[in-house]
């Protein structure tokens, strides 16, 4: 059996949903972290995947873009995230309610 | 000569704007002089505009341009022929003697010079009305007079009565005007223009429905200012004035506006014989209307308000009938006498006290002669006794009938001569004659100024010799312009017949009412509240009618369109909207609570929902565009 | 100067109400009254130098804003817009003169400065964008000046009056870029010019969808039935300065608008939508004057004779013919000049009762004859009596409309009693009969400041009437131009018949000629 783009797709959407799940579902802001860089991986698949599949090498520079915004975007992220933990002692999602509207 | 029709035309306009200035200041006489001066001024410059007309020329200015725009021009152009010298001379002349007379009349009111600011600017509309060349100019003195008598019948403003009458006038001259307005608009869109000789010119090129409907257009408009059924309620309150008021414009001129029209317009209701008869019927119709109301009122002016209505009536029997000369000619004597009646009636009330009832009267001619001559001289003329002018105007025009041979509307007007004749003198019985009852009443009756008396005298000369003395020379002058029809009865016989026949019918209605109230009145109860009787006493109801079919509902409806629809229903769909929206966001702003998971939920669930309306959209744009290919 | 007057015009109020800021409050007053003094005079210099006899734009100024997008600054104007330019300089001149309030005067100077900028701007506009932003702009002084100065429900009034006309403005916004767009798509140009667009033949369908856009706003500005309940609430919180402006000139855009987009852009879908509109006309003629007869409140009165009225300018405005919109544009300036005179007399009232109901009054007339004698005027001139400004737009839209029809001119025409009815009631009860609170008993007459701001109106209000040619005129020559661009891209068939062709006159007035 041969890898054809279909199953890079439905890696990607696996991995999309797994993101997705855990971006509903944590409670952890690390873990969210972590739920948010498999989103965004799973956009990286499906566009390398399409990029290669196609000819065209747009998709795979845009994923190495994405690769290094969400390299930059943790760590802002996590420093954040360290200052709120030294604050609180705490990094529950449902104790950070400060922005209520 | 166009020195003379402007001085005839802008004097009384100056005369009103100078009184105007001294219009919130005290009384001075000085406005009431100077305004008569200037009347007077415009009167010898009509009379030598008619010295010029008789001579068979006429006067055609064009002073500006008024209004010019598309193909539409409408210039402030003014016309002296041979009819509007002749109405020229009729309101300059009245219009003098009542600026002369209300000198005395109004010397003890308050408001002295406003009134003659009004009077004046009254005489000025009037002007306007019978000098312009278009229709146009027509509609700018017809709404003027409206105007002035709007302000004249509400002079005494803190009077309730007097101002729900006079806008009860002009509201009621409104729906005619618009009748009117859309005469006009038919006939500039037909045939491009609104001057007299144009219009004139070329009215019987146009279709028969065409022209019908411009004549009944213009006749609505008629009926409004003439006060014809059924917009007449407004004459009778319109009494409400001061009693020069009534004589100048509610009996000499401003009424009087709805015939000329009609005369004016000859060429076109010459074409449309079918509505001239249905004119003619309404105003037999009114006549006799009229008159029978007159029979039993017990209010001295309302008595003379529907005698004129009913005279109104003669005179548009004349006009539908294509009498035009006979219409003008009856129009100018009546504005003659029914002025002089009117000024009479004037000086009773003042000695009376402003009492108008006159049962309440009674043997005032002791006290007061010449008014006693004047009155009843002007009700002899108004009866139609040879030789006062109403024999010659108002007989002529039942000969037209006759010889028309609208016999239906012949028998009318004779019987309603008859009833003028009774009404008339039933008022001069009633304040002349019989007991002194106003000595119950503690009033002590005086003579009016003599210089009032004076001033009448023109009136009374002109109410006696104008029939005789200007038939003929009025013919020849107004038929150059009108159509010469002469009707005459020409069996002999017929004529002697019908002319004594008319005569003693009237002298007997004379006698009669002579008999029933110049000794002692009896009140006969058992007629009085008889059906006839109360419904005449209550002009057939129709006031009553029109409060509560139109006066009423419609204040009710106008409450209801507010408090209902504007404030319920169309104001409320707006705030309603307003409302969900902002209720909608109160509802949902639960949503922002601020616990970041749950706001990812949501995220989750916009992205979601925009995927499936991308995979709706992607399949229904494919989906048409595959069905167009 | 001659050639950026416009410029001057829109922008010197703007720069003043500016310096405004450092005059001290009190020279407040007499400030304004020279920078509007300026300006009105400067716009009668416009009136001077502008040419009658052509009908085109003149004055015309352009600067790229973003040529990108074909938006440029963009602004002339013909006999349409100068006399409307003029009448709300005129307008902010005697309202300032005849101010009488008192809190914080200098704030309301600058408003109105400012206000003056948006007026004469979307007046003098040219370009869509630049149109737009004028009218919203506009909206923000009066909203402040309803709030800030205004009666007990000013907020509700204010932000009512804001919401709604925004919310129509926001349609129309839609409305302008699609027509922009459909410019790009026809020629591959983005232009917001009104005289390219002008050029564009848009199918009828489109037209009909355009049509109905710019319709919402308008009609809401207009304000027509059943878009007009926030007229009420303005009017009846605005201070007196503000329902001048407001009835004056604010209402004006509205109907300018029709003339100025809707019918020579599109005018299959005007002629389409006739009698659709013409019946709303004919609705608010009515319906208005009816609700007008029923108010207790002198000043909603003549805000819903205001509606009546506009009633009968739109219906001139449809009428599709020299005549009528001639007539509209010329009633659009009689009834600034007369509904701003009856809000300020209603004002003069106001300021010393401190109520606008009419059972309070009675029998003002003996106490304050001048007064009433303006007032009577005045009210003359709104009944539409000939001689007085009104009547000469009143007649020329009336009879503008009856070319096109009959039933329902004679429908229409019913404003001139229905008018009659709740002004003359509304004026006896005011007026006539007997004082009988004593607190009018010695009420004082109109003083010098008042006249001042009255005397004008009254003299326009008569002139005008009796000689309105000059301000006609150039009005006619205006309307020529645009009936006849209408007629030429006319597409269908009912379009063509119902909008006359002045290339060939004469096929009806044979008669005319003759004299």
Redo the contacts between chains.
Sequence with gaps: MELTLNHYLILSTILFCIG?IG??R??NLLM?FFATEILLNAVNVGMAAISHYRGDYTGQMFAFFIIAIAASEVAVGLGLLVVWYKRTGKID??Q?????? | MELYLYTALFSPLVGSLIAGLF??SRKTSFTGLLTSGLLLTSFISSVILLTYVMAGHTVHVEM??????????IPFGFVVDQVSVTMMMVVTTVSTVVHIYSIGYMSHDKGFNRFFSYLSAFVFSMMVLVMSDNF?GL??GW??VG?CS?LLI?FW??K?SA??A??EA??MN??A??AM??G???I??N???L?Y??VF??ISILPMPVITWIGIFLFIGAMGKSAQFPLHTWLADAMEGPTPVSALIHAATMVTAGVYLVVRANPIYSEIPDVGNAIAALGAFVAMFAATMALVNRDMKRIIAYSTLSQLGYMFVAAGLGAYWVALFHLMAHAFFKALLFLGAGNVMHAMHDELDPFKMGGLKTSMKWTWILMTLASVALAGIYPLAGFFSKDLILEVAFVEQHYILYSVLLITAGMTAFYSFRLVALIFHGDKRHLEHGIHPHEAYTFMLYAMAPLAILAVISGMVFKTPYYLMVTELLPAVQYHIHNHTTFWIMTIGTQLFVILAIAYAYKKYAKAVKVDKKVESGFFYQLLYNQYYIPKIYDEVFSKP??Q???L???E??LKI??A??DGI?NTIYRTGEKT?T???????SM??WM?IGLVVLLVLAVAFTAGYNAVNLQAM | MQEHILSILIFFPALAAMLGFVVHKDGAKAYGITVAGIEFFLSLWLWHIYDPMVSGMQFMESAPLVSAFGINYLVGIDGISLFIIILATFFTLIGILSLTETRRVKDMIITLLFLEMTMVGVFAALDAIVFYVFWELSLVPMLYIIGAWGGPLRIYASV?FF??TFTGSLIMLVGMLFMAYFYYQATGQWSFSILEWYRLILPANFQMWLFAAFFMGFAIKVPM??F???LPYAHGQAPTIGSVILAAILLKMGTYAFVRFSLPLFPDAAVAFMFPIAILAIIMII?AA??A???EDIKQVVAYSSISHMGVIILGTFAM???GI??SVFLMIAHGVVSGALFLLVGVIYDRRHTKLMSEFG?L??VM??YA?IFGIMM?ASVG???TIN??GE??S??GF??QS?SY??VA??A??VG??YM??AY?KA????VTKEENKHLKDVNRTELLGLIPLVVIAIWLG????PV??P??NS??AIVQLMHDKAQTPEAQKRIPNLAT?GT?????E??
């Design positions: 997705l971006v509903m944590r409670k969210l999602l449902d950070m309610t400060s922005m209520r509207g | 219009g919130a500006m341009t008024w209004i010019a725009t598309g193909d539409l021009y146009l509609f700018i709404e003027g105007l709007w509400g403003y803190h309730e101002t729900w006079a806008n002009f509201i409104r729906i005007d618009l307005l859309i006009i608009f038919m500039y869109w045939l491009g223009s001057q000789d144009v010119a070329h419609y204040l409806l106008s409450k369109a507010w408090k629809i504007d169309v104001d769909i707006v307003a702003h949503m922002q609570n601020g616990n970041l998971s990812l939920r989750v | 009512k919401l709604y039935f059943p007009h309940t926030w319906y009816m609700v007869y029923a108010q013919n020299v005549e001639s007539g029998g007339a003996s004859p001048r004698t003359m009596l000939p001689l009547f000469v007649f020329l009336l009879l009856y070319k009959h001119t004679l025409g019913t001139i009693i009659a009815i003359l009631s006896k007026f006539f009969g007997p009796v000689y309105p040619k006609l005129e009005i006619n309307v020529e006159t009806m007035n044979s008669v005319s003759a004299h």
